[in-house]
């Protein structure tokens, strides 16, 4: 019980930490704090936001522990991150600062018209809704499990009052707190990740000289695959992908172009985007090394209590009591850093493209209303992701949320066929059929990635499927390509 006392306080500390910044950043913010933070946000600060930013509470537990199946096959994709992110630096946010935009889907009105705006809207909102949902589901049972179950407290009751605190730090101030907190996050992991490693190598008795070395001969260490073409890790396949992912799901993703566009200009937006990027490989490296020393510690200590593999690894071993406490409660500050910081980026995100890309509260209301219209969808959608955890929950399906990790090559890859036509070809299209285009696209994804190892002579599509979702998108954008010339040019 006293470890439960322990996280409650860490905890609490943290968020009392997050109130304070959050208070300082957002008492004074409008509404274009709130969706922009005023363009006047210092690009070496959303820098370190984004380190931290794109790091989830899923990344935290599961990235050290999905070495053993795995290997270093990850970094194969982070490389192909940093390409794509210098792409998205030259191509796409020069385009959304000259086009001034607050939510970067207003691109696809400007270019298509309403109904490819609104598909790319609600594409975007059911991605980030259910992706958001089940990365905070799956920190919510971790506490579950640590904290709230020992206090008879039930798992839907954790979740609102998680959701709850997480709303009361984020509806004020929006982006521009969310630069302060995600660069607190930032520098939360790192400390946890260094900390951990440095505690575990001392406890092996493996020097700082010899960690390099004693990584690298272990078998979880295997960093590049260039073996077999049918597998999931074969490097071109997760280099190619990384390039498309990051360009779709950052470039492309209301919630962390967010803060990108907080930058006072294009050049300073652009320069954040390439550093945050490159420093990101050493931070990811980070979380690599420190699975392979985990799995070499449960070797050597912890193998009388059975095999101990993926998300259960790091929980496991940082409240060892073969480790000091702090070495615990900096895996929780790890831990509920990069799950509520997440979360509460989510729900800002959510509520700018719902207020702005759906509602168009922006061009109906004046300020006053729309500052009301703001904070009563950031409520609304504080309240739709405690109802989709929750069903996560009861149906305690892992297919189903397995499905969702999977969701984003079907959900964002639309949204990049739509932008690659769009900067691609001049030529206007037929508007009221693109939504039909955008659903029936990740429909032949599913049929074709069902079928491909039978059709394909044992291939099997994994994360190329985005690449291929926007191909057909723009396939299908090209047959309604009107002939009227007049119409858009």
Not at 72 to 80: D, E, F, I
Not at 119 to 147: E, H, I, N, P
Not at 213 to 227: E, G, I, N, Y
Not at 293 to 317: H, R, W
Request: glycine share 6%; with cysteine.
């Amino acid at each position: 019980m006293t470890t439960v006392w322990i996280i409650l306080a860490t905890i609490a500390c943290y968020f009392a930490l997050l109130f304070i910044i959050s208070w300082i950043t957002g008492r004074k913010a409008d509404n274009a704090g709130f969706f922009t933070g005023n363009r006047k946000s210092s690009w070496y600060m959303v820098t370190l936001a984004m380190i931290g930013a794109t790091i989830s509470g899923v990344t935290f537990i599961s990235v050290p522990g999905a070495v053993l199946a795995g290997g270093y096959s990850y970094m194969q994709m982070v490389l192909g991150f940093f390409v794509g992110s210098i792409l998205v630096a030259l191509v796409l946010i020069p385009l959304f600062y000259k086009m001034n935009l607050v939510s970067i889907y207003g691109y696809l009105e400007s270019r298509f018209g309403l109904a490819s705006y609104r598909t790319g809207a609600w594409f975007f909102f059911v991605s980030k809704m259910l992706g958001a949902s089940v990365r905070f589901f799956v920190v919510c049972v971790v506490l579950q499990t640590l904290v709230f179950a020992p206090l008879h407290v039930p798992f839907s009751l954790n979740v609102v009052l998680t959701v709850a605190l997480i709303w009361l730090y984020s509806f004020q101030g929006g982006v521009k707190s969310l630069i302060w907190t995600d660069s607190l996050k930032t520098l939360c992991l790192v400390v946890s990740v260094i900390s951990c490693i440095v505690v575990i190598a001392n406890n092996l008795q493996i020097s700082f000289g010899e960690l390099p070395a004693a990584v690298a001969s272990h078998p979880t260490s295997k960093l590049f695959f260039f073996d077999d073409p049918n597998d999931g890790r074969y490097f071109w396949k997760q280099f190619i992908a990384g390039i498309f992912m990051i360009i779709a799901c950052t470039g492309l993703d209301q919630d962390l172009m967010q803060r990108t566009l907080s930058c006072k200009n294009f050049r300073e937006s652009q320069k954040n985007m390439i550093l945050s990027s490159f420093i990101q490989i050493f931070v990811i490296g980070l979380f690599l090394v420190l699975g392979t020393l985990l799995y070499m510690y449960a070797d050597t200590n912890l193998s009388q209590e059975g095999p101990i593999a993926g998300d259960a690894l790091f929980g496991k071993v940082a409240w060892s009591e073969d480790f000091p406490l702090f070495i615990g409660i900096i895996f929780i500050i790890g831990l509920i850093a990069s799950a509520y910081s997440a979360a509460g980026s989510a729900l800002t995100a959510l509520t700018t493209s719902f207020t702005i890309d759906i509602l168009k509260a922006n061009e109906k209301q004046n300020d006053k209303d729309l500052t009301l219209t703001r904070k009563l969808v950031h409520f609304i959608m504080s309240l739709l992701m405690v109802i989709v955890i929750v069903i996560f929950y009861e149906l305690n399906d892992d297919s189903a949320i397995n499905a969702v990790y999977s969701l984003a090559a079907y959900t964002y890859g639309p949204i990049l066929g739509m932008f690659i036509f769009g900067m691609a070809c001049k030529k206007p299209v037929h508007d009221r059929w693109v939504p039909l285009v955008a659903v029936a696209s990740p429909i032949l994804c599913y049929i074709l990635q069902s079928h491909s190892e039978a059709w394909f002579g044992g291939y099997q599509i994994s994360f190329e499927l985005l690449i291929i979702n926007a191909l057909i998108t723009a396939l299908g954008l090209c047959l309604l390509i009107q002939n009227n010339k007049n119409r858009y040019n």
